[in-house]
């Protein structure tokens, strides 16, 4: 029977979300936004003959062995994790063996008994064998974004690859992966600092893994170093295939710039022109995507942008019905797939260049918004490096996305301009019952401290209400001892009952980008609303600051130079935070220090792409930085000279309130990037 994509496949195709077998063999999605019904193809292949007909071995026995280690697997996972099978509002039993699956592990048993010589088998002899047939090794790498030169930073965990590969992940923990043959993630690497320490580390993965695949999420500001880690990878093992990803590929994707600026034309909105772009500047977007250099073709098999759950499962399934074929190969048959990937939920496309049409093609997914209820929760357990939060003590931090997405639209941020550039909804909002089960499953994993990423998480009230209804009751059930938490959000976002609140139930920390005393509303869109309140902006900072120091709770704060503001108002700015600290409203370490730079998928990029004769910003090369603040570079809005000076303010006014700064180690810099300025 032909797939949705329309070609022959003779290994079982499953449906990635089961919620139920139906009485015509069919399973069907539980998703709202992917309704399809894929029929599974029992078929084993020309010229072979069923399962069941391929040995004598009891079958009873062997299907009685499979569901026992099944059962043991299942039992190793987290209480929490139990009582749900791919989200934790499905109502499915992990436990439940499917039938393709228990077809896969029962000719995985027969042949492993074959190979083993003996009808009982050795139990460890048998194991490794089934293993060695069943696996092959993929290794998963967050990209650094910055050396060991470099401070006033905390690079936290790689959430954006995490959610990437999470439904992925959660099929192999609980070992329903839909093909005969299952990757094995050997590491997922998330590395402080781009080192030699860590190539070596990349270096000794590869050689003793040989990885089939190797997947690198990266930001603009890594992205010279995700390409310096496919060439490290490439040179190591040649015909490993490398899948790049992260922020930096969604905003360099050419295809949903000239879509937006196609829905841009046809609308007669003023908030839609910055997205009307003329044939010049989607070209220069075309030169900033990975892939468009012969260089990065040499080192880059393919690239993924956008939603990448659902795509990311479908190309590790496409990858395991030939793990050891050609990277050639896999996109020939990426592209006979693009049928199966067109029916998948979420915005998402994989780029590949064909080396035959000399052109860079892709496949894409529905474009249906991703339901948030419906997907697992990232996986921690794999994770190089540790994550704890100095705010919290260093307890064992997890990171949590409530909510994805932001009200406002801030120039400089992403969210200015993903929901259009996409096509999906401005916020994608987790269900209070959703969350609460992740704060569950990582209370039982042992982590103490939570840090919710959400851009804004006070944003939604109704929501927020709900959410601290149920802390409470578990903070009840725990007799007052759970969770730590801490969260992002604006000035605008709270009011002295919901501070109160919040700290009671275990909040302590919240970090606000304030970015200056009176930034530009037209930078700062966030702003607009505290100033038709006829409210001025740092007026309500220090206010919300005094809210959260009377409550308990701690306040960190990003500051960002390069808006526009004058001289006089970035010492204002300095001035009011030193202020804030010395009144104990500011925690230590918690000032973090920014220089604007135009980052590809802001609305500040499009306005470069805007301006004819540009050209963008090119984060191939290589970021040289000052170290006290990670985005000052070569294509930031301020001139080295201006950097140094705010450095120079900011040690002497702010002192040890800057985020993890090291002043010894920025003047050995200074002195030798800029002697000048001695």
Same mark, same amino acid.
């Given at each position: 029977?032909?797939?949705?994509?329309?070609?022959?496949?003779?290994?079982?195709?499953?449906?990635?979300?089961?919620?139920?077998?139906?009485?015509?063999?069919?399973?069907?999605?539980?998703?709202?936004?992917?309704?399809?019904?894929?029929?599974?193809?029992?078929?084993?292949?020309?010229?072979?003959?069923?399962?069941?007909?391929?040995?004598?071995?009891?079958?009873?026995?062997?299907?009685?062995?499979?569901?026992?280690?099944?059962?043991?697997?299942?039992?190793?996972?987290?209480?929490?994790?139990?009582?749900?099978?791919?989200?934790?509002?499905?109502?499915?039993?992990?436990?439940?063996?499917?039938?393709?699956?228990?077809?896969?592990?029962?000719?995985?048993?027969?042949?492993?008994?074959?190979?083993?010589?003996?009808?009982?088998?050795?139990?460890?002899?048998?194991?490794?064998?089934?293993?060695?047939?069943?696996?092959?090794?993929?290794?998963?790498?967050?990209?650094?974004?910055?050396?060991?030169?470099?401070?006033?930073?905390?690079?936290?965990?790689?959430?954006? $690859?995490?959610?990437?590969?999470?439904?992925?992940?959660?099929?192999?923990?609980?070992?329903?992966?839909?093909?005969?043959?299952?990757?094995?993630?050997?590491?997922?690497?998330?590395?402080?600092?781009?080192?030699?320490?860590?190539?070596?580390?990349?270096?000794?993965?590869?050689?003793?893994?040989?990885?089939?695949?190797?997947?690198?999420?990266?930001?603009?500001?890594?992205?010279?170093?995700?390409?310096?880690?496919?060439?490290?990878?490439?040179?190591?093992?040649?015909?490993?295939?490398?899948?790049?990803?992260?922020?930096?590929?969604?905003?360099?994707?050419?295809?949903?710039?000239?879509?937006?600026?196609?829905?841009?034309?046809?609308?007669?909105?003023? /908030?839609?022109?910055?997205?009307?772009?003329?044939?010049?500047?989607?070209?220069?977007?075309?030169?900033?995507?990975?892939?468009?250099?012969?260089?990065?073709?040499?080192?880059?098999? +393919?690239?993924?942008?956008?939603?990448?759950?659902?795509?990311?499962?479908?190309?590790?399934?496409?990858?395991?019905?030939?793990?050891?074929?050609?990277?050639?190969?896999?996109?020939?048959?990426?592209?006979?797939?693009?049928?199966?990937?067109?029916?998948?939920?979420?915005?998402?496309?994989?780029?590949?260049?064909?080396?035959?049409?000399?052109?860079?093609?892709?496949?894409?997914?529905?474009?249906?918004?991703?339901?948030?209820?419906?997907?697992? +929760?990232?996986?921690?357990?794999?994770?190089?490096?540790?994550?704890?939060?100095?705010?919290?003590?260093?307890? $064992?931090?997890?990171?949590?996305?409530?909510?994805?997405?932001?009200?406002?639209?801030?120039? +400089?941020?992403?969210?200015?301009?993903?929901?259009?550039?996409?096509?999906?909804?401005?916020?994608?909002?987790?269900?209070?019952?959703?969350?609460?089960?992740?704060?569950?499953?990582?209370?039982?994993?042992?982590?103490?401290?939570?840090?919710?990423?959400?851009?804004? +998480?006070?944003?939604?009230?109704? /929501?927020?209400?709900?959410?601290?209804?149920?802390?409470?009751?578990?903070?009840?059930?725990?007799?007052?001892?759970?969770?730590?938490?801490?969260?992002?959000?604006?000035?605008?976002?709270?009011?002295?009952?919901?501070?109160?609140?919040?700290?009671?139930?275990?909040?302590?920390?919240?970090?606000?980008?304030?970015?200056?005393?009176?930034?530009?509303?037209?930078?700062?869109?966030?702003?607009?609303?505290?100033?038709?309140?006829?409210?001025?902006?740092?007026?309500?900072?220090?206010?919300?600051?005094?809210?959260?120091?009377?409550?308990?709770?701690?306040?960190?704060?990003?500051?960002?130079?390069?808006?526009?503001?004058? $001289?006089?108002?970035?010492?204002?700015?300095?001035?009011?935070?030193?202020?804030?600290?010395?009144?104990?409203?500011?925690?230590?370490?918690?000032?973090?220090?920014?220089?604007?730079?135009?980052?590809?998928?802001?609305?500040?990029?499009?306005?470069?792409?805007?301006?004819?004769? $540009?050209?963008?910003?090119?984060?191939?090369?290589?970021?040289?930085?000052?170290?006290?603040?990670?985005?000052?570079?070569?294509?930031?809005?301020?001139?080295?000279?201006?950097?140094?000076?705010?450095?120079?303010?900011?040690?002497?006014?702010?002192?040890?309130?800057?985020?993890?700064?090291?002043?010894?180690?920025?003047?050995? /810099?200074?002195?030798?990037?800029?002697?000048?300025?001695?």
């Amino acid at each position: 029977m032909g797939s949705p994509g329309g070609h022959r496949q003779n290994s079982q195709e499953i449906l990635y979300i089961q919620i139920g077998r139906c009485n015509d063999g069919t399973y069907v999605c539980s998703s709202a936004a992917a309704r399809s019904v894929v029929r599974i193809v029992t078929g084993q292949g020309p010229g072979t003959q069923p399962a069941e007909d391929r040995s004598p071995q009891p079958r009873t026995e062997i299907a009685a062995a499979i569901h026992a280690r099944r059962r043991e697997r299942i039992d190793r996972l987290a209480a929490a994790e139990r009582s749900w099978r791919l989200s934790p509002l499905d109502g499915g039993d992990p436990y439940a063996v499917s039938q393709p699956v228990l077809a896969r592990e029962t000719r995985l048993e027969v042949a492993a008994r074959r190979r083993v010589g003996n009808a009982e088998g050795d139990g460890l002899s048998l194991a490794a064998e089934r293993h060695r047939a069943k696996h092959f090794p993929i290794l998963l790498i967050s990209a650094p974004h910055i050396e060991d030169a470099v401070s006033g930073t905390f690079p936290g965990t790689p959430t954006p $690859l995490l959610q990437a590969t999470s439904v992925v992940d959660r099929l192999l923990r609980i070992d329903e992966f839909p093909a005969d043959r299952v990757p094995e993630i050997v590491a997922v690497m998330n590395p402080l600092l781009y080192s030699n320490e860590f190539r070596a580390e990349v270096r000794a993965l590869v050689t003793e893994h040989q990885p089939r695949l190797v997947g690198i999420s990266n930001l603009s500001e890594g992205h010279h170093f995700a390409l310096e880690i496919a060439e490290l990878v490439k040179s190591v093992r040649p015909s490993t295939i490398i899948l790049m990803g992260g922020q930096h590929e969604d905003g360099t994707n050419p295809v949903v710039y000239e879509r937006a600026s196609e829905r841009a034309r046809q609308m007669n909105r003023s /908030w839609s022109d910055i997205f009307r772009l003329a044939q010049p500047g989607l070209e220069r977007v075309g030169r900033t995507q990975t892939l468009a250099s012969p260089d990065e073709r040499e080192i880059v098999d +393919f690239v993924a942008a956008g939603d990448c759950q659902y795509l990311f499962l479908e190309f590790i399934v496409q990858l395991a019905r030939d793990p050891d074929a050609s990277a050639s190969s896999l996109k020939h048959r990426i592209k006979q797939a693009q049928g199966r990937f067109a029916v998948l939920p979420g915005s998402g496309f994989l780029f590949f260049y064909d080396e035959g049409r000399d052109l860079i093609e892709h496949v894409q997914l529905s474009g249906q918004p991703l339901d948030g209820d419906a997907l697992p +929760f990232i996986d921690l357990g794999a994770l190089t490096h540790e994550n704890r939060f100095p705010v919290f003590g260093n307890k $064992l931090t997890a990171q949590v996305m409530a909510c994805l997405g932001c009200k406002y639209a801030c120039a +400089f941020c992403h969210e200015s301009a993903d929901h259009f550039l996409y096509g999906v909804p401005k916020l994608l909002q987790r269900s209070v019952e959703h969350v609460m089960a992740e704060l569950r499953l990582r209370h039982e994993q042992g982590y103490e401290a939570v840090f919710f990423d959400d851009s804004t +998480f006070t944003q939604d009230r109704r /929501w927020l209400s709900g959410f601290l209804d149920n802390l409470e009751r578990e903070i009840d059930v725990h007799e007052g001892g759970w969770l730590e938490w801490g969260c992002q959000t604006t000035i605008n976002d709270l009011a002295l009952p919901i501070v109160a609140r919040m700290s009671a139930a275990g909040c302590t920390y919240i970090y606000f980008g304030v970015e200056s005393a009176r930034p530009n509303p037209e930078m700062v869109q966030k702003t607009r609303r505290t100033l038709r309140a006829g409210e001025g902006w740092l007026d309500r900072f220090v206010r919300v600051s005094r809210w959260c120091r009377d409550s308990g709770v701690r306040v960190g704060t990003s500051l960002q130079f390069g808006l526009g503001e004058s $001289l006089d108002e970035r010492e204002r700015t300095l001035d009011a935070v030193a202020a804030l600290y010395h009144e104990g409203c500011i925690a230590a370490g918690c000032v973090a220090l920014n220089i604007n730079a135009p980052y590809p998928g802001t609305e500040q990029w499009l306005r470069l792409i805007g301006e004819e004769g $540009l050209e963008l910003p090119d984060y191939r090369e290589r970021l040289v930085r000052h170290p006290a603040f990670e985005t000052a570079h070569q294509f930031t809005a301020l001139a080295a000279s201006e950097i140094e000076q705010i450095h120079r303010q900011a040690a002497e006014k702010l002192g040890d309130a800057v985020l993890s700064v090291n002043f010894e180690a920025q003047e050995r /810099w200074r002195q030798a990037q800029m002697p000048s300025s001695a």
